[in-house]
Nanobody
Framework: VQLQASGGGLVQAGGSLRLSCEAS????????MGWFRRAPGKQHELVAT???????NYADSVKGRFTVSRDNAKNTVYLQMNSLKPEDTAVYYC????????WGQGTLVTVSS
């Protein structure tokens, strides 16, 4: 499965960004899509995921600020990020699990203070 992410950029603290990721290829009907991130000098961490049946999972650090959603007809997952903080600065990677596992190419989110 191939993943194409978009939507990163530079934003001031307190601002918002929306990431999108479209999957293509041999997509299982039941799957999970979501986002990981890697901040400078840190390991990858889960941000949020959502299954095709609507089950979500969030990192504690983003609960109440980020919202994951998806359009199953378009095989696309979104991440709405509100109230962004400088510590949210990272490369965000789209992920897919369903018969196989895939990583997207990463999109940089920079939050200035």
């Amino acid at each position: 499965v191939q993943l194409q992410a978009s939507g990163g950029g530079l934003v001031q603290a307190g601002g918002s960004l929306r990431l999108s990721c479209e999957a293509s290829g041999s997509i299982f009907r039941l799957n999970i899509m979501g986002w990981f991130r890697r901040a400078p000098g840190k390991q990858h961490e889960l941000v949020a995921t959502m299954s095709t049946i609507g089950i979500t999972n969030y990192a504690d650090s983003v609960k109440g600020r980020f919202t994951v959603s998806r359009d199953n007809a378009k095989n696309t997952v979104y991440l709405q990020m509100n109230s962004l903080k400088p510590e949210d600065t990272a490369v965000y990677y789209c992920r897919y699990w369903g018969g196989s596992e895939s990583w997207g190419q990463g999109t940089l989110v920079t939050v200035s203070s």
